[in-house]
């Protein structure tokens, strides 16, 4: 009954453990640019609105690890944020700038209108976390739209 116990309790710890590891997991650069490409082809297939439900869905494909994608237009208008809906609620986000002062959501949009797609170094919070860290995120144009998507790593 005692080694039961025991193999149950080390078997719980070692999931627990495992389930750690796995979160813990950071999103490589190869997954981030596969989902934003993955993303943009939805919103091409699928229009904009169907897109923005999938996009900002907190339990969705597009998001994963330790991160997510977002959608926006070239206005810097946020039309789904999985882990912060509440940047949907706003015209644009132009004037927002990361601790450092960075303008990232018009970086974003240069790079997006300009090159199509590239990297941008920031400052913001993991999910579930308040206090920023450095992160680069991947913004994607699509095609043929004002619209464009973006997923980041953490460093």
């Known amino acids: 009954m005692k080694r039961s116990i025991h193999t149950t309790a080390i078997a719980v710890i070692l999931i627990t453990c495992f389930a750690a590891l796995v979160w813990a997991e950071g999103a490589t650069k190869e997954e981030v640019v596969a989902k934003c490409e993955s993303a943009a082809k939805l919103v091409q297939e699928k229009g904009v609105e169907l897109a923005s439900k999938a996009i900002g869905d907190k339990e969705g494909p597009f998001v994963w690890k330790d991160t997510y994608v977002f959608l926006m237009d070239l206005d810097g208008k946020m039309l789904a944020h999985p882990i912060k809906p509440e940047l949907t609620q706003r015209d644009n986000l132009v004037q927002v700038k990361d601790t450092d002062g960075k303008p990232l959501f018009v970086e974003f949009i240069q790079v997006a209108g300009n090159t199509g797609n590239g990297w941008v170094d920031y400052?913001?919070?993991?999910?579930?976390?308040?206090?920023?860290?450095?992160?680069?995120?991947?913004?994607?144009?699509?095609?043929g739209t004002p619209y464009f998507v973006g997923a980041g790593i953490y460093k």
């Open 123 to 143: 400052m913001w919070p993991k999910p579930g976390e308040e206090n920023p860290a450095a992160k680069s995120s991947y913004i994607y144009r699509v095609r």
